[in-house]
Each structure stands twice: as structure tokens, then as C-alpha cells.
């Protein structure tokens, strides 16, 4: 039987147990997780490519972590379109790295929209209006002259006036209505250059391959640090249960001790069996007496003997052991 409790664990073997665990556990689902793939387009391949050295901060154990690569490989179709792809998009970023030279001194100069957009209203006026107006003067002029209405009379320099009027009212329309649509026009060609070579610098990124997520399941971590405590406290409890135990044999044997001397001699004992001993160390026995079927506890004679002749009497040829005598130095 113990005769003290046991060890608790200690706290860095503990550590160091459930970190191993941790990162073995962390290690092989990595395994899992790497899995090499093969596709029409192309196949992805997982390689360990060396290792790198961590250590516990606590318990200063060092572990050996692997280190992986992933390569990629396209079908030899999916290789050569992406040659070409990015020799055409080569080609699309440096036509904007030159074009994008002259954006320096063009942006520097500020568009004005008032005048870009009165210039573009004479333009349309000039297109549109002038020879409209033009025809129908004409036709006007003629209708007068048929009329019987002289240059310089009163009912021509009317008709003039009015037709006059009228043009200008189309003209005002005009620089009313087509402002917005002459500022528009205006930025539209102001921000063409600026377009050509966004577009042309969007056109030379490289496109990322894309990668498979395989559905792997992962390993859960052992719970060692649980398992070792677990263990410890079911020791002590059995510990705890032995020692009570103990304590009652003993009370026993003060009992026993009470009642005077009593046979020991180990030649009248069978089945014997150790199952402890007291405070001072003198080994403690279950026992039969030879043709009893009944089970006794006690000391052995011969043992007391050994460490006190005095507490051990002989009669008839049995040894008897003075309980109260030999367990003195254990009360």
C-alpha cells in the first residue's frame, strides 16, 4: 500500500506532451489538406520543400515543421494560350506607357468650358442653322419682290425686322438647348486619350490561374494535458481510498492489541498475504489459522521478533505476539 500521496504531474511535461500533440496533429492535417490535383486544364502538385525550427516558448522543446510548395502546371493548350495572352498584353501596356508620355503638358492645360462649348454651338449654328436661314431669307426676299414690296419700304424693313427676330430666337434656342450637349461633347473629347490608355493599361493584367479547395476533414488534437491530469487525480482518489483503508486496519490492530497476546506464529497461519504495515514499518497480513475458514489480519511473529524479542512469547511451541508491547512505537 502507498504510504504518501502521488506526484502531482509536472507542469512543463505536461506542456510539452499537449504541444507535441498540437503541433503533430496540426502537422498531419496539413498532410490532408495538401492533396494533388489533376485537371483538363492543368494539375497542382504539393511538395515539402524544407522544414523550419519552432520552440516552445515554455518548455523551450524544439519540433521540426515542414515546410510546403505548391506548383502548378497547365495543359500544354492551357500553357500556350497564356504565352500568347501575355505577350499580347506585353505589347497593349507598353503602347500605354508610350501614349501616357504626352499626358504631362495635356493635362496641364485646363479645358474651358464656357468657350469649348460656345465654339461648339457655332459650329452646329454654322453647320445647320446658316444655310436654313440662308434659303429662307432668300425665299422671303422673293415672296416680297412678287408681292410688290420694294427694298427700303416701310413693309419690307417689316418683314426683315420679324425674320430677323426669328433667327435670332433659333439661335438663342439653340445656345439654350445645346450647352449641356456642347460641354459634354467637349469633356468627351478631352477624356478620349485619357480612356485609350485606361483601357490599354487594364488590358496588360495578368490573369491569376485559380486554384481547386479540396474538402479535406481535419484531424481533432488530442487532449493530453486533460489525460495526464485525468490520471493523476484518478491516483490520488485511489490513493485517498488506500489510505483509508489503512487507517481502519490499524484501528483494527490497536483493537487486537487491546485484548492482550494472541497467537502469530506464521506455522499456524495459511492463505498469508502483505497488504500494508504500520507507522513504524512492521508488515501487516491477511490470514487464515490452519483449518479456520475465517479470514484474520495481524502482525507475524517471527516479523515482530526480529525488532523486539521482548513482545513475543513462546507456549505449547506457538509464538504469541504482546500486541500492546509490539505496537507501542506505532500508536
Given at each position: 500500500?502507498?504510504?504518501?500521496?502521488?506526484?502531482?504531474?509536472?507542469?512543463?511535461?505536461?506542456?510539452?506532451?499537449?504541444?507535441?500533440?498540437?503541433?503533430?496533429?496540426?502537422?498531419?492535417?496539413?498532410?490532408?489538406?495538401?492533396?494533388?490535383?489533376?485537371?483538363?486544364?492543368?494539375?497542382?502538385?504539393?511538395?515539402?520543400?524544407?522544414?523550419?525550427?519552432?520552440?516552445?516558448?515554455?518548455?523551450?522543446?524544439?519540433?521540426?515543421?515542414?515546410?510546403?510548395?505548391?506548383?502548378?502546371?497547365?495543359?500544354?493548350?492551357?500553357?500556350?494560350?497564356?504565352?500568347?495572352?501575355?505577350?499580347?498584353?506585353?505589347?497593349?501596356?507598353?503602347?500605354?506607357?508610350?501614349?501616357?508620355?504626352?499626358?504631362?503638358?495635356?493635362?496641364?492645360?485646363?479645358?474651358?468650358?464656357?468657350?469649348?462649348?460656345?465654339?461648339?454651338?457655332?459650329?452646329?449654328?454654322?453647320?445647320?442653322?446658316?444655310?436654313?436661314?440662308?434659303?429662307?431669307?432668300?425665299?422671303?426676299?422673293?415672296?416680297?419682290?412678287?408681292?410688290?414690296?420694294?427694298?427700303?419700304?416701310?413693309?419690307?424693313?417689316?418683314?426683315?425686322?420679324?425674320?430677323?427676330?426669328?433667327?435670332?430666337?433659333?439661335?438663342?434656342?439653340?445656345y439654350l438647348n445645346g450647352r449641356a450637349q456642347g460641354a459634354q461633347e467637349a469633356l468627351a473629347q478631352r477624356n478620349q486619350p485619357i480612356n485609350e490608355i485606361t483601357a490599354l493599361l487594364s488590358g496588360s493584367q495578368v490573369s491569376q490561374p485559380s486554384f481547386i479547395n479540396a474538402n479535406e476533414p481535419t484531424i481533432p488534437t488530442t487532449d493530453n494535458a486533460g489525460i495526464i491530469n485525468q490520471n493523476y487525480n484518478q491516483k490520488l482518489q485511489a490513493w485517498q481510498q488506500s489510505n483509508a483503508g489503512m487507517q481502519s486496519i490499524l484501528g483494527g490492530l490497536f483493537g487486537l492489541g487491546s485484548a492482550g497476546i494472541m497467537a502469530s506464529d506464521k506455522r499456524v497461519k495459511e492463505d498469508i498475504h502483505e497488504v500494508g504495515e504500520t507507522k513504524d514499518g512492521q508488515p501487516i497480513y491477511t490470514y487464515r489459522y490452519k483449518g479456520s475458514p475465517m479470514m484474520q489480519m495481524g502482525l507475524m511473529a517471527q516479523d515482530v521478533e526480529k525488532r523486539d524479542p521482548s513482545a513475543v512469547v513462546e507456549v505449547g511451541g506457538v509464538k504469541m505476539v504482546n500486541y500492546p508491547k509490539a505496537l507501542e512505537r506505532a500508536s
Open positions: 500500500m502507498p504510504s504518501s500521496p502521488p506526484d502531482p504531474p509536472d507542469p512543463k511535461q505536461t506542456s510539452a506532451a499537449q504541444t507535441g500533440t498540437s503541433v503533430s496533429t496540426a502537422i498531419a492535417n496539413a498532410m490532408l489538406g495538401n492533396v494533388n490535383q489533376n485537371t483538363p486544364d492543368g494539375s497542382l502538385n504539393y511538395s515539402q520543400s524544407g522544414t523550419y525550427k519552432f520552440t516552445d516558448p515554455y518548455t523551450k522543446q524544439t519540433y521540426d515543421v515542414p515546410t510546403f510548395t505548391a506548383t502548378q502546371t497547365l495543359s500544354p493548350i492551357g500553357q500556350a494560350t497564356k504565352d500568347q495572352t501575355q505577350a499580347a498584353q506585353l505589347n497593349l501596356g507598353k503602347i500605354a506607357n508610350n501614349q501616357s508620355a504626352f499626358l504631362n503638358d495635356y493635362l496641364g492645360k485646363p479645358v474651358d468650358l464656357n468657350t469649348a462649348t460656345e465654339d461648339k454651338i457655332d459650329q452646329l449654328g454654322a453647320a445647320r442653322l446658316d444655310p436654313q436661314f440662308a434659303n429662307a431669307q432668300e425665299a422671303l426676299q422673293t415672296k416680297l419682290a412678287n408681292s410688290g414690296i420694294r427694298i427700303g419700304s416701310p413693309a419690307y424693313a417689316t418683314a426683315m425686322q420679324q425674320f430677323g427676330q426669328q433667327k435670332n430666337d433659333a439661335y438663342n434656342s439653340l
